[in-house]
């Protein structure tokens, strides 16, 4: 049996930071850029330079399970198939999309919270 890398240690380290970013997100649209930005990073830090993300290889997609989706072109990577396949990194990237969704849910089931938000940002300047 062959063993399976973890990548909690990667999820941990920029957890708090995605979670304040959320949880201040003004627009369903801002989760989303959160989530793609977060998740890009977490690659970033976890392939260096054998896997170059792109716009548009990392989506959230909060009405499918799970709720993200990763482009064809990266999942053909060689390097990120392999890994991907051989680690936890799906899980991890299952719980930023879980809990981005969530917001994401939030925000679009309330808007008027999202619009009184930016109102009183402007009224404060």
């Known amino acids: 049996m ?10 941990r380290k920029v957890l708090p930071d995605f979670r304040k970013k959320i949880n201040n997100a003004e627009s ?3 989760v989303k850029k959160f989530f793609t930005y977060t998740v890009g990073s977490l690659f970033s830090d976890i392939f260096a330079e054998d896997v170059a993300v792109e716009q548009g290889d990392i989506r ?28 936890d990194l ?7 999309a879980e809990a981005a969704a969530n917001r ?3 925000l ?11 109102q009183r940002r402007y009224e404060n300047r």
Not at 108 to 118: A, C, F, M, Q, V
């Open 108 to 118: 679009d089931k309330h808007p008027e919270k999202t619009d009184s938000k930016i």
């Open 60 to 87: 959230l997609m909060p009405d499918m399970n799970p709720p993200f989706k990763l482009s064809d072109r990266l999942m053909k990577m060689p390097r990120f198939a392999q890994i991907w396949q051989d680690s």
């Open 28 to 30: 369903t649209e801002d």
């Open 2 to 11: 062959s063993r399976q890398a973890s990548f909690t240690k990667h999820e």
């Open 104 to 106: 994401y849910r939030r």
């Open 90 to 96: 799906a899980h991890v990237l299952g719980r930023l």
